[in-house]
């Protein structure tokens, strides 16, 4: 089966820049998106289709997918984005896998 | 903007059939492909199925011997059958719709469901 793996923590200082990798085998030829998870929450879609950002996701949130590594990045990361992030890729093979998740600090 | 809210029982006693309902308010179910997926206390996330029409389905492969999804679109509901449960598949429980064009991509959530498996 078809795995994605993320590290398990990041952390970043307010208004620097985050970086959450998610690998998995040639990865760049899928599609990838990518979830943010507060506490006690639902998960929210902030990036799909690799880089392309839903209504009402600020700017700051970005995506890239290449080789076998997408990135979320977070630019100038506010105390608002401390959460789990989750990636997520679609292959029609075997639709949907999810990354362990990457819980990021803001401090 | 619509909206999901999962309902069932919080408890189920192990080997016992676990049932799960997601309703769907402002739209059609039929419009679109409809999954759910479940969270371990404190894990990651775990993709259980999606359903469009009842020819156009997917399971997991690790859950596919056990688990059912369906659609009623008269109440526009999608249902989630999960028979033989073990204290494995305590989780909360999430009906997500799933768009599927650039990639496959859940964009709306239900807040989720959380069902015990414990006698």
């Known amino acids: 089966s078809y795995e994605l793996i993320q590290p398990p923590s990041v952390s970043v200082s307010p208004g620097q820049t985050a970086s959450i990798t998610c690998s998995g085998d040639?990865?760049?030829?899928?599609?990838v998106c990518w979830y943010q998870q507060k506490p006690g929450q639902s998960p929210v879609l902030v990036i799909y289709?690799?880089?392309s950002r839903p209504s009402g996701i600020p700017e700051r949130f970005a995506g890239s997918n290449s080789g076998n590594t997408a990135i979320l990045t977070i630019t100038g990361a506010q105390a608002s984005d401390e959460a789990d992030y989750f990636c997520?890729?679609?292959?029609?093979?075997?639709?949907?896998?999810f990354g362990g998740g990457t819980k990021v600090t803001v401090l | 903007q619509v909206l999901l809210q999962e309902s069932g029982p919080g408890l189920v006693k192990p080997s016992d059939t676990l049932s799960l309902t997601c309703t769907v308010s402002?739209?059609?179910?039929?419009?679109?492909?409809w999954s759910w997926i479940r969270q371990s206390p404190g894990k990651g996330l775990e993709y259980i199925g999606y359903?469009?029409?009842?020819?156009?389905?997917n399971y997991n492969p690790s859950l596919k011997s056990r688990l059912t999804i369906s659609l009623d679109t008269s109440k526009n509901q999608i249902s989630l059958t999960v028979t033989s449960v073990t204290a494995a598949d305590t989780a909360v429980y999430y009906c997500?719709?799933?768009?599927?064009?650039?990639?496959?991509?859940?964009?709306?959530w239900g807040q989720g469901t959380l069902v015990t498996v414990s006698a």
């Open positions: 997500a719709r799933l768009r599927v064009g650039v990639g496959g991509y859940f964009d709306s």
């Open positions: 402002d739209g059609s179910i039929s419009d679109y492909y």
């Open positions: 359903i469009y029409t009842t020819e156009t389905s």
């Open positions: 040639k990865l760049g030829e899928k599609y």
């Open positions: 289709g690799d880089n």
């Open positions: 997520q890729a679609w292959d029609s093979s075997a639709p949907v896998t």
